[in-house]
T-cell receptor
């Protein structure tokens, strides 16, 4: 399985942008990049996904490097409710395997 | 639709007993996944179904674990002869499979198992 590397933890201040990095140097041409997040005591929830082009939705933006070996999840204005573990996952339509993710702490 | 439903939410059992968890996916979803999550770790993939066919099983799914999805709708995960190491949150997710990696999972709230 293609693997991803994320920092264990990051901190942000409320109402500031947050850039969460993910490295996936062994990504294949058919792998999509997915981001999920898990709030305390809840199951993971979908955030965003993309293949080659940058993507935007109401929750976040996904910036994908031109060589696709890294990506960045961007939260434009962090709120206290964005405190969660964020997972970057590669998927090619088979199973979806999570790593340890990045624990985001948002300070008021 | 109320999303992905898992029951029971909490189960406390004694070592050696059998337990069964049920997952009701979103009705139009044809894929169903099971994961296990221990404290401080990311979800670990166990198995997934497309309709009633079990397409992949992780090495984590020992012979004490069995999962079924008999009619391609709800699924059950049974753990026989439970051990204390089985204590974890068991997560179910469903999706509408696409012919690509753009397969978006919707998770349930999980079933927490405590083995005494």
């Amino acid at each position: 399985d293609a693997k991803t590397t994320q920092p264990n933890s990051m901190e942000s201040n409320e109402e500031e942008p947050v850039h969460l990095p993910c490295n996936h140097s062994t990504i294949s041409g058919t792998d999509y990049i997915h981001w999920y997040r898990q709030l305390p005591s809840q199951g993971p929830e979908y955030v965003i996904h993309g293949l080659t082009s940058n993507v935007n939705n109401r929750m976040a933006s996904l910036a994908i490097a031109e060589d696709r070996k890294s990506s960045t999840l961007i939260l434009h204005r962090a709120t206290l409710r964005d405190a969660a573990v964020y997972y970057c996952i590669l998927s090619n339509n088979n199973d979806m395997r999570f790593g340890a993710g990045t624990r985001l702490t948002v300070k008021p | 639709d109320t999303g992905v439903s898992q029951n029971p939410r909490h189960k406390i059992t004694k070592r050696g007993q059998n337990v069964t968890f049920r997952c009701d996916p979103i009705s139009e979803h044809n894929r169903l996944y099971w994961y296990r999550q221990t404290l401080g770790q990311g979800p670990e993939f166990l198995t997934y179904f497309q309709n009633e066919a079990q397409l992949e099983k992780s090495r984590l799914l020992s012979d004490r674990f069995s999962a079924e999805r008999p009619k391609g709708s709800f699924s059950t995960l049974e753990i026989q002869r439970t051990e204390q190491g089985d204590s974890a949150m068991y997560l179910c997710a469903s999706s509408l499979a696409k012919h690509s990696g753009a397969n978006v999972l919707t998770f349930g709230a999980g079933s927490r198992l405590t083995v005494l």
